[in-house]
């Protein structure tokens, strides 16, 4: 079968692997589509600790082509979505229920052979059934927006609720749905791209702002802003250095700011901790998909999260290294990987 290796640190080779045999409690799954995440970039530019060689790929969905003997709930032929984090269920994280901060977490596609690849091995307690009915490539969109459901859960939005999401990408456009669907009355998304604007308007955002159309901060919580004083719950979903730093200026006194956005390791970033003291910010890292995947792929099963028009493109297996080693293209939401050429 066909597998996109990563290497080593910049090398990111489509090359002919052995197929993969399910161990006991695994699943052999046929990928139909896996998303290009902004840190399969990270990982190819080594800004995300990672243990190549390994195939990447951790956002996958696909039809189940053989089981394990210890395999029960599943069986060849359904459609399912993989979580690919794993936790070890024996550390002290896991213990206190922190099972997204395992001391032993391992993610497939980062630490394990993932989904860009014909086929891919998961354990059964990683697996979620979808639909028959549903479009092969929308079980793909279930890891990112578990991530945003733990985002979203952590900032505990109420009903009448003002949000600004910054960063119009894949993360950005799927909060904007959770924050309305959560009871967001005014949700502003920022971006400099007019297309994800328009979308995420489409989507639910109440309004956008252009950064280039002057001070992001004056245009949201000035005095004739969109949000005077701020906003209730800002989301970071750009991984960007400005926007972080900018974020706790866009919330209102008592407000929130929720870090989705992944920045590479060791980059820093400036704020003044007064200002967050004074005004009583909560300032909240949110990482990755604890106890979210199932609602994930209910909500995509049952079309309350719209995915298909998140998709920019959909590409073969083999243009993949060119699509990691390069920036989005403008206006660019995701893409998507069809390893049968769907």
């Given amino acids: 079968m066909k597998a996109a290796r990563l290497e080593a640190i910049g090398k990111l080779v489509v090359r002919e692997v052995e197929k993969p045999s399910p161990g006991p409690d695994d699943l052999l799954v046929r990928v139909e589509a896996s998303g290009i995440c902004g840190t399969d970039r990270h990982l190819f530019a080594g800004e995300f600790p990672s243990r ?13 082509e053989a089981v394990g003997e210890r395999v029960e709930r ?41 989904g860009f690849a014909d086929y891919v091995v998961i354990p059964q307690n990683q697996a979620y059934e979808l639909p028959a009915s549903l479009d092969p490539a929308f079980g793909a969109f279930c890891e990112p927006l578990a991530c945003c459901l733990h985002g979203v859960d952590m900032a505990g ?9 910054l960063g119009g990408g894949v993360i950005g456009l799927l909060v904007v749905q959770l924050a309305r669907l959560a009871g967001a009355t005014s949700v502003v998304l920022v971006t ?26 004056d245009q949201v919580a000035g005095a004739d802003g969109l949000l005077p004083g701020g906003a209730d719950v800002v989301f970071e979903c750009a991984g960007v250095g400005e926007t972080v730093a900018e974020a706790p200026k866009l919330a209102r006194t008592g407000g929130t700011v929720v870090i989705l956005g ?34 994930a792929a209910a909500l995509i099963s049952s079309g309350t999260i719209e995915v ?35």
């Fill in 308 to 342: 298909g028009r998140l998709i920019s493109r959909r590409i073969r297996l083999e243009d993949l290294p060119e699509a990691v080693a390069n920036p989005p293209r403008a206006g660019e939401v995701k893409v998507l990987v069809m390893p049968g050429g769907d």
């Fill in 74 to 114: 599943f069986r060849p032929g359904m459609r399912i979505t993989g979580d690919p984090n794993i936790h070890c269920d024996r550390c002290q994280q896991c213990r206190r229920g922190r099972i997204n901060l395992c001391e032993n977490l391992q993610a497939i596609g980062i630490h394990r052979d993932g």
């Fill in 157 to 165: 939005i109420r009903t009448g609720q003002s949000v600004v999401v």
């Fill in 262 to 295: 992944v920045m590479p390791k060791g980059e820093k970033v400036e704020m003044e901790p007064f200002d967050i003291l004074f005004r009583e910010l909560r300032v909240l890292g949110s990482f990755i998909n604890p106890s979210t995947h199932a609602r």
């Fill in 192 to 217: 400099r791209q007019a297309v994800r604007r328009s979308l995420a308007e489409e989507l639910g955002a109440t309004s956008s702002v252009d950064p280039a159309a002057g001070d992001v901060v």
């Fill in 52 to 64: 190549p060689p390994v195939t990447l790929g951790h956002e996958f969905s696909g039809i189940i």
